[in-house]
């Protein structure tokens, strides 16, 4: 290995907690081809157990420091062809571990416009500057008088010149910058003044009209906020260290790099040209760094919660193979209805309309009747948008009439984020080409129910809508993690191979779109596939491909028992020789864990499978093809309560997890409108990540404790007191808001605060730009 590649791999293991050779193996593989879920699944041998998340993590680091090795070796062949590389600045540019700093040591080395520094030293300026600098005694305007020429037509054009070069130096120095840059990420604050004529136009900004508070504590939801009204140009925004000593400090730095050591002439020139050099030079640089990395981790941050909550969403419970009924509410358009088999098969549309204008409610009532008698229909799936709980309503009403000769369904409420934009996409026009665009939303609701993962992966998953800021945060860097997501969400569950549309199968280790499309055809044409090998015969998969997804593709009923479990077919005989050791049958030892007692794991490791594999192949011969995803289970919104002005504090309501961000978790109790629960009030502990205690999809359990019905506004809590003893210390608290809170103050844990000592972020409380960011209005 050579040395650049030894050094990635120290740098990351350090960073996942494993070893460079792990790392090593691990990079050799991805290298090859192969993915993170193979690697992660069939590789624990040769990586030492590094998971996905692990690998993950590894792959993006390893992107970014092979740029950053490329960018050190293309730095050093610069100041090399310059003629100005010496060993201790190979030395510094060696040692730099991240682009800025690199980046800070070629400043002085790196082609540039003329500059005014430039200038000054054409005109012969630069040994004024180092004579003030060596005779600090004597008065720089003297000093300057011997540097007047044609182009310097007096004294004050030497001393700028010779100033303009020292700035230069200075802001070139990466020392100084690094210094400089350390001090403001501990002494900066950010603070946000809305612009004259501004506060009523950007009313949902009012929070941070007057704000301010230290730029290394705020989280990441404030500094996306505060990041899109200085965007809408409703605020100015400033990143700044104390104004009344901030700036006297950072001057004072500069003026110790220069070396000032009492206040003779030209210590007072030297000292009067740092404070220049932060006013005019290096203030502004050092607010354009902070700025960058601000919006970068606030970027990491809400991606990462925006990954977290789509992998809950795409893992949450399927109803399985039923038929279903799909009910996408409606008011003038009416609702649409779709249903669908136990297989996902487009059985049967209609359009009714129970509501106004229409309120034809016998004929919207029939017509549901018709459905579920005529299909076997064993769930209703009702979209949670508009007119949803005036839909349920009518299901409900609909099933106290149903014949006792029929089964009677199941209602669920089913999020339809994302529906429209399946319906009006190419790949639903392909999939029901003659089918009105309103009526594929029905579909997609039904079919989620069933399957979640395999209807949503049908969707581009930012607009799924499940994140904080999406649309603000860096779109390439958002697309790559939440397909990293999707990706690891579908291998590991696993997908039929007979069953699986083309998108789904896309998303399967080693599968492109492509790939994908010619397993569908030749499904389509030649019938099911029969065992994992026929894969093979399809047009365009090779080996290659082959040994990348076939662990993650189930076959039922197939010529080969085990092509229905994870065992991978490079281990099929690992698999057959503890299944000899049973003395039984493989199908009868398939999901008998009392079949494989009394064998040790140890006893089938071989050159090629190590223990982990061993393992593995054991646990899935206990439980072939386990899903992880958990049981089916749906929230029962309580009767009577369907608008947010039928909610009062103090109700115990049941409800949905849909969104969960920094700050707490939405949750859909049925009122068209999801509440919050502020991160305070998830649980009787301190919780100091939401994704702690609750994650989308999740059915809690929570106390109504404020509702503003004006601002379509809901607090709830899910601690055993209902938020009592929240609105108790609020009470004790008084008009003064929590300790350090105003205008300026922090409030606890860097809680802001309103004008008026209202807290604007904290227990029960609603910060409005957050919020009319965050809700979803239905």
Not at 714 to 720: E, W
Not at 734 to 741: L, Q, S, T
Request: aromatic share 4%.
């Amino acid at each position: 290995m050579d040395q650049t590649a030894d050094r990635i791999s120290r740098a990351i293991a350090s960073e996942i907690s494993a070893t460079p050779k792990q790392v090593t193996a691990a990079v050799e593989l991805l290298d090859g081809g192969a993915t993170v879920p193979f690697v992660a699944r069939y590789r624990k041998e040769v990586t030492g157990g590094l998971d996905d998340t692990q690998l993950r993590t590894l792959s993006e680091r390893l992107d970014y420091l092979r740029e950053l090795e490329a960018r050190r070796a293309s730095i050093l062949a610069s100041i090399e062809g310059q003629g100005k590389l010496t060993p201790e600045l190979a030395r510094a540019v060696a040692g730099a571990g991240t682009k800025a700093a690199l980046e800070d040591i070629y400043l002085p080395y790196k082609p540039k416009r003329r500059t005014r520094a430039m200038i000054a030293r054409e005109n012969g300026l630069e040994p004024l500057l180092r004579a003030i600098q060596e005779s600090r005694g004597a008065d720089p305007e003297a000093l300057a008088a011997a540097y007047v020429t044609e182009a310097v037509p007096g004294t004050r054009e030497a001393l700028n010149g010779a100033r303009d070069i020292i700035v230069e130096e200075l802001s070139e120095n990466a020392a100084l910058l690094g210094r400089l840059r350390d001090f403001m990420r501990a002494e900066a604050d950010i603070s946000a003044a809305v612009l004259p004529g501004k506060e009523a136009e950007g009313a949902k900004f009012s929070d941070y009209f007057d704000h301010r508070e230290k730029w290394k504590d705020i989280p990441s939801h404030r500094a996306l906020a505060i990041l899109r009204a200085a965007a809408e140009e409703v605020v100015t925004l400033s990143i700044a260290p104390d104004p009344e000593t901030g700036a006297e400090r950072a001057a004072g730095m500069i003026a110790a790099e220069i070396g000032i050591r009492g206040d003779a002439p030209g210590d007072r020139w030297l000292r009067k040209a740092a404070s220049w050099t932060w006013k005019v030079k290096l203030g502004l640089s050092m607010y354009m760094d902070l700025l960058g990395e601000l919006r970068s981790r606030a970027h990491d941050e809400a991606i990462q919660v925006f990954a977290r909550n789509l992998k809950d969403l795409l893992l949450a419970a399927p109803a399985g193979p039923k038929a279903v009924l799909g009910l996408d509410p409606g008011i003038r358009t009416g609702v649409k209805a779709a249903v669908v088999d136990a297989t996902g098969k487009l059985l049967d549309t209609a359009t009714i309309y129970p509501f106004q204008p229409k309120n034809d409610l016998r004929g919207a009532q029939t017509a549901i009747l018709d459905l579920i008698s005529r299909h076997g229909v064993q769930l209703v799936a009702i979209g949670n948008g508009t007119a949803s709980r005036e839909t349920e309503r009518l299901v409900a009403d609909t099933l106290r009439i149903l014949p006792e000769r029929l089964a009677k369904p199941g209602k669920v409420v089913v999020s339809e984020a994302g529906a429209s934009v399946y319906s009006a996409s190419e790949l639903a026009a392909k999939e029901f080409p003659q089918l009105d665009v309103s009526l594929r939303g029905a579909v997609s609701i039904a079919r989620r129910l069933q399957d979640p993962l395999a209807e949503l992966v049908k969707i581009e998953p930012k607009a799924i809508g499940v994140g904080q800021y999406q649309h603000d945060v860096d779109q390439r860097r958002l697309a790559k993690t939440l397909e990293a997501v999707v990706e690891d969400a579908v291998n590991a569950v696993g997908v039929d191979l007979n069953t699986a549309s083309a998108p789904l199968l896309s998303h399967v280790a080693g599968l492109s779109p492509r790939l994908a499309e010619a397993i569908v055809a030749h499904r389509d044409l030649n019938g099911a596939f029969r065992s994992r090998r026929a894969l093979l015969k399809v047009p365009g998969l090779g080996p290659k491909a082959f040994e990348q997804c076939a662990g993650f593709l189930r076959i039922q009923d197939g010529t080969e028992p085990l092509d229905a479990s994870s065992v991978h077919p490079e281990a099929y005989g690992v698999a057959r020789r503890i299944v000899a050791a049973c003395g039984r049958d493989l199908r009868a030892i398939m999901g008998d864990p009392a079949a494989l007692k009394g064998l040790r794991a140890q006893d089938f490791v071989d050159a090629d499978f190590g223990l982990p594999t061993v393992r593995d192949i054991l646990a899935e011969l206990e439980k072939p093809g386990r899903d992880p995803r958990p049981s089916f289970r749906t929230a029962t919104f309580a009767d009577g309560v369907e608008e947010i002005r039928d909610l009062k504090p103090g109700m115990r309501l049941e409800g949905t997890v849909t969104n969960v961000a920094a700050f707490g978790a939405f949750v859909d109790i049925g009122v068209h409108q999801d509440g919050l629960v502020h991160v305070s009030q998830l649980a009787d502990r301190f919780v100091k990540d939401p994704h702690e205690v609750v994650k989308a999809g999740q059915i809690v359990q929570v106390t109504v404790t404020e509702v503003d019905v004006a601002r379509k506004r809901i607090g709830l809590s899910m601690k055993k007191d209902g938020g009592a003893s929240a609105k108790e210390e609020r009470k004790a608290r008084g008009p003064g808001g929590p300790r350090g809170a105003g205008p300026r103050g922090g409030g606890p844990k860097g809680g802001s605060a309103g004008p008026k000592g209202k807290p604007q972020d904290g227990t029960g409380a609603f910060g409005a730009a957050l919020l009319d960011a965050m809700k979803r209005k239905r």
